[in-house]
């Protein structure tokens, strides 16, 4: 065989190749179709009571629901903890906040307990300074509609409107913390510091440092809880304890307060309050 | 093939250095998850390094082995200088500066999203767009194997294409089919959120455009192994290949049926319907063809090659195959971790044992033992064979490659199988420790520690094959000239223009994207469902 009649590609063999590979792999898939989005559902659910139109429009995902089972009920809707919602509207109402009205705000209201910079004044008030926006925003909408409550707190959060929630919070998120103390954070016991970064798994402890770190942890209305009041941390882990408190979202707090010992209570409110390693 | 030997070895190394650190840090990590490495570590430094280990094993190993061995097939096999050498140098220091980019925000701690891009948690904008880096070295190199083959075929008309070089462009043009849906859903939702100009992102879209490129990505690190089943275990067994045509028509299938499958790993969610999902399960069922396929072509190979020694009788030729040769010593264990891998692979696939399986340690096992376990071995087999024609050198003694190829083996068998069985067993996934105390967990504790001896014997045998490879570098003996690649039993004289090039299959790759991903995606817009939002790791 010459090089040239070798070169000259064989036709009538490509065409054959070309149809058949074609008819292989679109009828393949057209089998599928067939199967998976009429065949299927149809039978699936007549099983389920649905008709055949609905079952289609739900294997396909043009309505929701599974073709195979009935729409389950919701008829108990469930009782919220909190009314807060992270939408993309109370989002851009944080964003948009403003610290020069949240300033006024505070001298004319907060500035009696939490002070004008966010550095409380007596132990059983939080410092406000350089906490994040989110979790101001989240505790002051929560007095206002009850899921939290204060004997002064409720009463001066239904007086706010929201956009003055929003800037109030953004007015102490900008105010800067104070420097951890050295000498205090070398005193932290080995069982708490265990506790923070690692956790109790023998108790169904997660570490406290999964969301309460420099930078987020958690989900965005996790509060910072460096160089807080430490009276102030063993008293809400009390309250999340007994049940008083009930606005954490999944009884998170809850659940992990109830398991803390008292000791650990007033190490872990120490170690936070010393501020982080 | 002058300078391309350095622009294969530059690769080379940077891919099995990621390699080395990624084995340090995945036993690290065997250790923490185990009884015995309770309370060592924090969860954040463990996530670090389960990221780091990922992305080093999973974007930089195989994209520069891939690349390197890329560079190399298009010289050897098409026996003519590389066309656009420059271009394949910027290529790899920009690949190399995307990984300089994405390891500092994970060694800072701002890039612990593991190496799979699930928003809404998102690392730092530099972890992303250092990873895009990569992608676009990689681009420019599918750009240079096409033109490669393009202009041989130019040269060379009706003649068939190497099955080596074949198969490299046909993994080519997969890996540009596969980086679109990663592509878009980095540049136009992860990267954006990362920045911080959005502050939601549609977690549900996101999701589906990483599962277009989640299952290919894995056949885009397998080919090359496939490459070395095809064109080098059979003349490294003394044999021939029995079918070149079974081996384009392999290539071919995989760039088909890898794409239009990845909602397999969608399963378990909730934003598309049924239907779709049944519709990628079959064609997923497809992609065990061109393996089956694979295992009986290379088999029949070295049956020749088992009775050509003078092998006898129905199971003879096998204890007749030179399996003191590294390139066969490593198919046969990555045969045996295919065979396991591979019927674990299968079900994961169906739906009803995948909702079991699913969140469990049971995935993990599985992409180590068909990942890390067959495919790998087969990196380490190619280097082998190659490294003498890079470095001009021989090896003084074959014993320390097999003695490392056998501790991948038994490590990997060991790590693996009682993960897999940890799995079954719910055993999750993705998490940094276990309370040993439980009375249900305690009973894996004794499982896991096994999985750890087995990873400080993958650790050992890493070590070995970075030192085996600095060794030849250093050794006197020159190697001698020698054949790369097998002849088939009968040497293609003319192939089918279907069997040697991918227009046509180009086209059915779009009609069956469309037919699996476009009303899954197009329903995004149509009808644009909750965002969540961003998450970012700081």
Request: net charge positive; aromatic share 12%.
């Amino acid at each position: 065989m010459s090089d040239d009649t070798r070169h000259s590609e064989p036709n009538v063999l490509d065409q054959s190749w070309r149809t058949w590979s074609a008819v292989a792999v679109v009828g393949i898939m057209l089998s599928g179709i067939l199967l998976g989005a009429l065949i299927i559902p149809i039978v699936q659910g007549r099983g389920a009571g649905l008709d055949a139109y609905t079952a289609i429009c739900r294997a396909l995902g043009i309505i929701p629901g599974s073709p195979a089972q009935p729409q389950p009920s919701d008829r108990t809707p469930p009782t919220p903890v909190s009314q807060v919602i992270w939408t993309p509207d109370v989002l851009q109402i944080l964003a948009r906040a403003d610290v020069r009205r949240g300033h006024e705000k505070v001298q004319e209201v907060c500035v009696s307990c939490h002070g004008e910079t966010g550095v409380s004044i007596a132990p059983d008030f939080p410092h406000l300074a350089g906490q994040s926006g989110a979790a101001i925003y989240k505790q002051l909408y929560d007095y206002r509609t009850g899921s939290r409550s204060h004997p002064q707190m409720t009463d001066i959060a239904k007086a706010l409107d929201e956009s003055v929630i929003a800037d109030v919070a953004a007015y102490y998120a900008g105010q800067p913390q104070r420097n951890p103390n050295p000498v205090t954070l070398a005193e932290a016991p080995a069982a708490i510091v265990q506790l923070v970064e690692l956790g109790d798994p023998k108790r169904n402890i997660p570490p406290c440092a999964a969301c309460h770190r420099a930078g987020s942890g958690g989900p965005i209305e996790t509060p910072v809880l460096a160089e807080q009041r430490q009276e102030y941390i063993v008293l809400q882990l009390k309250l999340y304890a007994s049940g008083e408190r009930r606005n954490d979202v999944y009884a998170r707090m809850r659940t992990i307060a109830a398991k803390l010992t008292p000791a650990e209570i007033d190490g872990l409110a120490a170690y936070y309050r010393a501020g982080f390693r | 093939m002058r300078n391309v030997e350095r622009l294969c070895l530059a690769h080379f190394w940077v891919a099995f250095a990621a390699f080395v650190v990624a084995a340090v840090l995945g036993t690290w990590q065997m250790w923490v998850r185990s009884p015995l490495g309770a309370n060592v570590g924090t969860p954040g430094q463990y996530f670090m390094s389960v990221t780091a280990h990922g992305v080093s094993m999973a974007y930089v190993l195989t994209t520069f082995f891939i690349m390197g061995f890329g560079y190399f097939v298009a010289v050897t096999a098409l026996n003519r200088p590389l066309p656009g050498k420059a271009w394949a140098w910027a290529a790899f220091w920009i690949a190399l500066l995307g990984v300089v980019v994405t390891v500092i925000p994970i060694a800072t701690g701002q890039g612990s999203v593991l190496f799979t891009f699930y928003p809404p948690l998102t690392a730092s904008a530099w972890f992303y767009i250092g990873l895009v880096l990569v992608v676009v070295g990689s681009w420019i190199w599918c750009v240079l194997m096409i033109v490669a083959m393009a202009a041989w075929k130019r040269d060379n008309p009706g003649r068939p294409v190497p099955l080596a070089m074949f198969a490299t462009v046909a993994n080519a043009v997969m890996w540009l089919w596969t980086t679109i849906g990663v592509a878009v859903e980095l540049l136009f939702q992860v990267i954006p959120a990362a920045l911080g100009l959005v502050q939601t992102i549609d977690v549900g879209l996101a999701r589906t455009l990483f599962s277009w490129t989640l299952h290919a990505i894995v056949y885009f690190w397998l080919i090359p192994a496939y490459i070395a089943f095809y064109t080098m275990v059979p003349r490294a067994a003394g044999g021939r290949l029995y079918s070149d045509t079974m081996g384009r028509l392999t290539f071919i299938l995989f760039l088909i049926y890898s794409l239009p499958v990845g909602m397999h790993h969608l399963l378990m969610d909730p934003e598309h319907g049924n239907a779709t999902k049944f519709i990628q399960v079959l064609l997923t069922a497809f992609v065990s063809v061109p393996t089956l396929l694979t295992i009986f072509t290379i088999t029949a190979s070295l049956e020749i090659a088992g009775r050509l020694r003078g092998g006898r009788g129905l199971f003879g030729w096998i204890a007749a195959l030179p399996w003191d040769r590294p390139m066969v010593l490593a198919t046969g264990l990555g045969f045996v971790m295919l065979g396991f891998g591979g019927f674990g692979g299968l079900i994961n696939m169906g739906y009803g044992m995948n909702a079991m399986v699913h969140n469990t340690a049971w995935v993990t096992a599985h992409f180590h033992l068909i990942f890390g376990g067959s495919v790998v071995i087969m990196y380490f087999a190619i280097a082998y064979d190659i490294w003498p024609r890079l470095t001009g050198r021989e090896y003084a003694s074959l014993a320390p490659l097999r003695l490392q190829l056998w501790l991948w083996f038994l490590g990997m068998m060991i790590m693996t199988l009682p993960w897999h069985w940890v799995g079954l067993q719910g055993q999750w996934r993705r998490v940094a420790n276990f309370n040993y105390a439980d009375p249900i967990i305690a009973g894996w504790g004794p499982w896991v520690i096994v999985s750890l001896a087995g990873g400080a014997i993958l650790l050992i045998s890493a070590i070995l094959f970075a030192a085996n490879l600095l060794m030849l570098h250093r050794n006197r003996a020159l190697a001698l000239p020698r054949p790369l690649y097998a002849l088939a039993v009968h040497p293609p004289q003319r192939v089918p223009a279907a069997l040697n090039g991918f227009g046509l299959w180009n086209v059915l790759v779009l009609v069956l994207m469309l037919a699996a991903y476009g009303y899954p995606i197009a329903q995004f817009l149509i009808e644009p469902s909750p965002t969540a939002i961003v998450h970012r790791v700081r």
